[in-house]
């Protein structure tokens, strides 16, 4: 029966010969990786696509829509930089009003100093309270903004017909 070599002592220091061992098996697999996936693809600054989930598609910043005017959530200014592509376009649509079992209301209003109208969409959230009954109705501003556009719609067909 062959006899077993007996694992070195986790205490005992290796010598020069088996460090350089470890390091060149070291090298030679990071080099073999390396080769397997070939080298880093370079990207021009002027075609690199920023894909987030704010910008899914990866557009150019002046690619991206950008809003006719300002908008507002419970006071606070909505950037561009930090809703969807699609949210843009829901938000262009809303109309003033209240919605969701007037749980939350539209407000448009005339900027002062500014040329330009600004939107507000405003829901209780100041207590735990008030945040856990807006979270029972939707759960992202996104999820907001579709329930209030399909209720517009909704009502626009009750009034047609």
Request: hydrophobic share 40%; no cysteine; net charge positive.
């Given at each position: 029966?062959?006899?077993?070599?007996?694992?070195?002592?986790?205490?005992?220091?290796?010598?020069r010969s088996q460090i350089q061992t470890i390091a060149d098996a070291i090298a030679?697999?990071?080099?073999?990786?390396?080769?397997?996936?070939?080298?880093?693809?370079?990207?021009?600054?002027?075609r690199y696509r920023n894909r987030t989930i704010y910008n899914p598609e990866g557009?150019?910043?002046?690619?991206?829509?950008?809003?006719?005017?300002?908008?507002?959530?419970?006071?606070?200014?909505?950037?561009?930089?930090?809703?969807?592509?699609?949210?843009?376009?829901?938000?262009?649509?809303?109309?003033?009003?209240?919605?969701?079992?007037?749980?939350?209301?539209?407000?448009?209003?005339?900027?002062?100093?500014?040329?330009?109208?600004?939107?507000?969409?405003?829901?209780?959230?100041?207590?735990?309270?008030?945040?856990?009954?807006?979270?029972?109705?939707?759960?992202?501003?996104?999820?907001?903004?579709?329930?209030?556009?399909?209720?517009?719609?909704?009502?626009?067909?009750?009034?047609?017909?």
């Amino acid at each position: 029966m062959a006899k077993m070599q007996d694992a070195p002592d986790p205490a005992s220091p290796l010598d020069r010969s088996q460090i350089q061992t470890i390091a060149d098996a070291i090298a030679k697999g990071i080099v073999q990786a390396g080769n397997e996936t070939g080298p880093i693809k370079q990207i021009p600054v002027t075609r690199y696509r920023n894909r987030t989930i704010y910008n899914p598609e990866g557009l150019l910043v002046f690619q991206r829509p950008k809003f006719t005017r300002d908008y507002y959530q419970n006071g606070k200014l909505i950037s561009v930089d930090i809703v969807t592509p699609a949210d843009i376009a829901i938000l262009e649509k809303l109309k003033a009003g209240r919605y969701l079992n007037r749980l939350v209301e539209v407000v448009e209003r005339e900027a002062e100093g500014s040329e330009m109208r600004s939107l507000e969409v405003r829901y209780p959230s100041a207590t735990n309270d008030q945040r856990i009954a807006a979270a029972k109705v939707f759960t992202s501003f996104t999820e907001l903004l579709r329930k209030i556009l399909n209720e517009q719609e909704m009502q626009a067909e009750a009034k047609a017909s």
